[in-house]
C-alpha cells in the first residue's frame, strides 16, 4: 500500500486538466465559504450570537458541570465496554461450542439482544422492571441494557475475526499436538482479535452515543447535563452545538486511536 | 402466554401499524442515504482539496454524532433558527444524515480493497479517471460492501425507535411499548412481541443481505 487510489486515478493530469481542477477548486471552496457565511448570517438574523445565549460559556461552573456530565457518559460507557467485551466472550464460545444445548441458546440470546433496538431494552428497564419489583439505579438502567445489546454485537465481532483466522493457522497447531482450547486461547483469538481492533472500537464509539439516552432514564450524563444547562439559561442552539461538538470529538479521538491501533499489522 | 394473547387482542391493530411505521421510516431513510453517501464517496475521490477537505469533516460529524443528539438539535434548536421542521420529517433527516455519512465511509474501505494495478490498467487502456471510476470503482466497491451495508439498514431500522422521542401521532413499535407499559400491566408482553417483530425483521434483512452477497461478492 504505498499510493492511495486517487492518487493513482488523477497521478498525472496535463496542463489542461489542472487548470480545470484548479478552477473547480476555487469555485468549490468559493460556495463552501459562502454556505459557511449563509449559516453564520442565519445564525446572526436570529439573534442566536446575542451574549446572553453565549457568555455562560465563559464561567467555570458551565464547564465543570459539562465535564461531570461527559465523566458520567464515559463512567457508563466503560461499564458497558466491560460487560460487553466479557459476555461477549462468553456468548462467542457459546456459539462455536459442538453441542447445540450450548449453541442453540447462544445463539437465541445473540439475535434477540443484536435484533432489538438498545432504547427498547432501556424502556424495559425504566419503565417494565420496576412494576415487577425489580428496581435498578438510573446508572445500571442506562449501562446494562447498553453493555447487553453491544454484547451479542461484541460477539459476532469476535466470530467474524475467528473466522478471518486462516485455517492453516488451526491445522497447523493441531498437528503440533495442542489441544482445542489452547489453540483457541492461544493461536486463534489472540490473531482474531488483532484483525478486529478497529471493530471493536467502532463498537465503543456506538456505546458512547447509546449513552445519549441516559436523558431518558434521568442518569446524569453529558445530554442530560445539557438538558438542564439549557432550562437555567434558555440557550438552546448554543448548548446544543457544544455538546454534539463534545459528542463528536470524543468519538472521533476512539475512531482514529483505533485506527493507530489497527495499522502495525499491515 | 395468555398474556400475549390478551396484548394482541387489544392492541393487535395497534402493532400491525406500528411495525408497518417502523418498515416506512427504515425505507424511506436508508434509500436517500445510500444515494447521498455514494455521492459523498465519489466526490471524495475528485481531486479537489476544498471539497474533499468539507465531505471529510461532513462524514466524521454526522459518523461520531450521536443520532439522539442530531434529532434533538433538529427537533428543539433548529426552530431557534427560524428553520421549523416537522416531528416525522426530522426522524428521517436524522437517519438519512447518519446513513449517508456510514455510507460514503463503508464504500470508501470498499474502494480501499480494489488493487491500485487496475486503476494503472485501466488508466493505459486509455480510460478517462471519471469513467474509471464509474465503470471500474464503484461497481467493484458496491460489491464488497454488500454486508456492512446489510448491518447498516439493520442498526437504521433499530434506529427508528428514536422516533419514540417525539411526539408524534403514530407510533413506532418502542413507542407503542412505552404506551402500553405507562397504560397497563402488560408491558413485558408488549416488549415480547415488539422485541420479536424487530428480531424477526432484523434477520429477514440478513437473510436478504447475505443472499445478495452471495451473488455478488467478488472471489480474489
Same mark, same amino acid.
Given at each position: ?12 493530469p %496535463?496542463p489542461?486538466?489542472?487548470a ?10 468559493a ?13 446572526? $438574523?436570529a ?8 457568555? &455562560?460559556f465563559?464561567?467555570?461552573t458551565?464547564w465543570?458541570?459539562?465535564a ?7 463512567? $457508563?460507557?466503560a ?5 460487553? #467485551? ?5 456468548? #462467542?464460545? %457459546?456459539r ?5 444445548l450450548? @449453541? ?9 439482544? @443484536? ?5 427498547l431494552?432501556?424502556?424495559v428497564?425504566?419503565?417494565? #422492571? ?11 438502567m442506562?449501562?446494562l441494557?447498553? %453493555?447487553l445489546s ?27 499436538g495442542?489441544t482445542?482450547?489452547?489453540v483457541? &486461547? ?5 490473531q482474531? *482479535?488483532?484483525?478486529i481492533?478497529?471493530?471493536?472500537v467502532?463498537?465503543l ?8 439516552? %441516559?436523558?431518558?432514564?434521568t ?6 447535563n ?7 439559561y434558555?440557550? *438552546?442552539?448554543?448548548?446544543? *452545538?457544544?455538546?454534539a ?7 472521533y ?9 489497527g495499522?502495525?499489522?499491515? | 402466554?395468555?398474556e400475549? =394473547?390478551r ?5 393487535g391493530p ?5 411495525l408497518?411505521?417502523?418498515?416506512k ?16 464517496a ?7 482539496p ?22 434533538i ?10 428553520i421549523?421542521?416537522?416531528? !416525522? ?6 437517519l ?12 470508501? +474501505? ?5 488493487p491500485?494495478? /487496475?486503476? !494503472? ?6 480510460m ?11 461497481? /467493484?466497491?458496491?460489491? +464488497?460492501?454488500v /454486508?456492512?451495508?446489510?448491518?447498516l439498514?439493520?442498526a437504521?431500522?433499530? =434506529?427508528? +425507535? ?17 404506551k ?10 408488549a ?10 425483521t ?6 436478504a ?12
Amino acid at each position: 500500500m504505498s499510493r492511495s487510489l486517487e492518487d493513482i486515478l488523477f497521478a498525472a493530469p %496535463g496542463p489542461q486538466a489542472r487548470a480545470v481542477t484548479n478552477a473547480v477548486s476555487a469555485i468549490a471552496a468559493a460556495v463552501l465559504l459562502l454556505l459557511a457565511v449563509a449559516i453564520v448570517f442565519r445564525f446572526h $438574523s436570529a439573534g442566536q450570537l446575542d451574549a446572553p445565549y453565549w457568555e &455562560f460559556f465563559a464561567w467555570p461552573t458551565t464547564w465543570s458541570f459539562l465535564a461531570k456530565g461527559l465523566l458520567g457518559t464515559l463512567a $457508563s460507557s466503560a461499564m458497558a465496554a466491560v460487560i460487553s #467485551l466479557a459476555l461477549g466472550l462468553v456468548l #462467542l464460545l %457459546g456459539r462455536l461450542s459442538r453441542l447445540r444445548l450450548m @449453541r442453540w441458546p447462544s445463539i437465541a440470546v445473540i439475535e434477540f439482544l @443484536r435484533g432489538t433496538p438498545t432504547l427498547l431494552l432501556i424502556y424495559v428497564c425504566f419503565l417494565v #422492571l420496576p412494576s415487577v419489583g425489580i428496581k435498578l439505579s438510573t446508572y445500571w438502567m442506562l449501562t446494562l441494557p447498553i %453493555g447487553l445489546s453491544t454484547a451479542a454485537v461484541v460477539a459476532e465481532v469476535y466470530r467474524a475475526g475467528v473466522l478471518a483466522v486462516p485455517r492453516g493457522q488451526t491445522d497447523a497447531a493441531r498437528s503440533l499436538g495442542l489441544t482445542e482450547v489452547q489453540v483457541f &486461547f492461544f493461536v486463534v483469538f489472540p490473531q482474531a *482479535l488483532r484483525y478486529i481492533v478497529p471493530a471493536l472500537v467502532a463498537q465503543l464509539v456506538i456505546v458512547v452515543k447509546d449513552t445519549t439516552f %441516559g436523558y431518558v432514564v434521568t442518569y446524569g450524563e453529558l445530554m442530560q447535563n445539557a438538558k438542564v444547562l439549557i432550562a437555567n439559561y434558555h440557550s *438552546l442552539v448554543p448548548v446544543y *452545538l457544544v455538546v454534539a461538538a463534545l459528542y463528536c470529538l470524543v468519538n472521533y479521538a476512539i475512531s482514529k486511536a483505533s485506527q493507530r491501533l489497527g495499522r502495525p499489522m499491515h | 402466554m395468555g398474556e400475549v =394473547s390478551r396484548l394482541l387482542a387489544d392492541y393487535g391493530p395497534a402493532f400491525w401499524q406500528a411495525l408497518l411505521l417502523t418498515w416506512k421510516l427504515t425505507v424511506v431513510s436508508f434509500v436517500p442515504g445510500v444515494m447521498l453517501g455514494t455521492v459523498v464517496a465519489v466526490l471524495r475521490l475528485m481531486p479537489l482539496p476544498p471539497l474533499r477537505m468539507a465531505l471529510t469533516v461532513y462524514v466524521e460529524i454526522f459518523r461520531n454524532i450521536p443520532s439522539v443528539a442530531l434529532l434533538i438539535f433538529i427537533v428543539f434548536a433548529l426552530p431557534d433558527l427560524n428553520i421549523v421542521i416537522d416531528y !416525522e420529517p426530522s426522524v428521517i433527516l436524522t437517519l438519512t444524515l447518519v446513513c449517508s455519512a456510514f455510507t460514503a465511509d463503508y464504500l470508501r +474501505s470498499g474502494i480501499n480493497t480494489i488493487p491500485g494495478s /487496475q486503476i !494503472e490498467a485501466a488508466l493505459s487502456l486509455g480510460m478517462r479517471p471519471l469513467q474509471i471510476v464509474s465503470a471500474v470503482v464503484l461497481p /467493484q466497491a458496491m460489491r +464488497s460492501v454488500v /454486508q456492512p451495508m446489510t448491518s447498516l439498514l439493520i442498526a437504521l431500522m433499530l =434506529s427508528t +425507535s428514536l422516533a419514540s422521542q417525539l411526539p408524534f401521532p403514530g407510533r413506532e413499535l418502542t413507542a407503542l411499548v412505552s404506551k402500553i407499559a405507562n397504560d397497563s400491566a402488560l408491558g413485558i408482553a408488549a416488549f415480547a412481541v415488539a422485541a420479536t417483530m424487530y428480531v424477526v425483521t432484523g434477520l429477514l434483512i440478513a437473510w436478504a443481505g447475505a443472499a445478495l452477497e452471495k451473488k455478488v461478492r467478488i472471489l480474489r
